[in-house]
């Protein structure tokens, strides 16, 4: 006879007390319940980490590291190679690679449209990287960005475009989702009449493994405003990328 296993519901913590007690993702955690806001791998989710948090998660990351290690059968006692590999993966996640989850953007001079400008604006290539949410492989890629502004468009430096995109890359992203998520960040501060974004990216997860095919590449793009229902607008915008390409 099947037995049911009556499902115990989380505790709710109550005290400062028993939080300090926990150790540092599951107290980051138990913020982002308590918010409701989910944690997915490209998820920002700086507003619940508190300040020597990072810290303490980094020391945290480097354990299980070091767990996986163990598991792989790798000797970090006597091979000089993997002596400190743990705590310089645990270093390179939380402060290189994936810094775009656990700190807030980057500060972004705006600047108001005095001129009017009004004419088609085209950033890049923009070279990005990131790595696959599914194999945790690199990523690498360049990414167009097209602004159509109008007489109340915020205006942001050209370096500012690059910085938004490494920090939203700076994620395990899929690249479908980092291109949209792109475009809603530009899409808010900007706020011009059209947006374009086009990614090209080569995935590890497909030259490294599995097919291991070294010669595909992954082009998509989002289009808004004006791009969508101006088809010459749209053609200009691809016709100069097509020959920044060449």
């Known amino acids: 006879m099947a ?3 009556k499902q115990v519901p ?7 007390e028993e939080l300090a007690a926990l150790p540092a993702s599951e107290r980051i955690r138990w913020r982002l319940v308590q918010s409701g806001q989910r944690w997915h791998a490209n998820d920002n989710i700086s507003a619940h980490v508190r300040e020597g948090e990072l810290a303490e998660l980094k020391a945290e990351v ?5 767990d996986v290690l163990q598991a792989l059968v790798i000797d970090t006692e006597s091979d000089h190679n993997t002596n400190e590999t743990a705590k310089r993966v645990a270093k390179m996640y939380i402060e290189e690679v994936f810094r775009g989850r656990y700190v807030p953007m980057p500060s972004v001079t705006e600047f108001p449209n005095v001129e009017r400008l009004n004419e088609l604006m085209i950033v890049g290539p ?13 990523i690498f890629g360049k990414v167009w960005i097209g602004i159509l502004p109008n007489e109340h468009s915020n205006l942001i430096g050209l370096s500012k475009y690059a910085r938004i995109a490494d920090w939203i ?19 808010d501060r900007v706020r011009p009449d059209g947006l374009a974004i086009v990614m090209e990216a080569d995935h590890f997860c497909m030259h490294w493994r599995g097919v291991k095919d ?14 969508l229902k101006d ?3 749209r053609r200009e915008f691809l016709s100069l990328l097509s020959r920044k390409q060449g």
Do not use: D, W, Y
């Open 231 to 233: 088809a010459n607008l």
């Open 126 to 138: 923009i070279t990005v990287r990131s790595a696959c949410s599914h194999h945790m492989c690199p």
């Open 3 to 5: 037995t049911t296993l």
């Open 169 to 187: 890359m700076s994620r395990p992203q899929i690249q479908e989702e980092a291109v949209t998520m792109l475009a809603n960040e530009l899409q």
């Open 10 to 16: 989380p505790r709710i913590f109550r005290s400062e």
């Open 62 to 66: 480097q354990a299980k590291l070091q």
């Open 214 to 227: 070294n010669e595909s590449a992954m082009v998509n793009s989002v289009m808004r405003g004006a791009f």
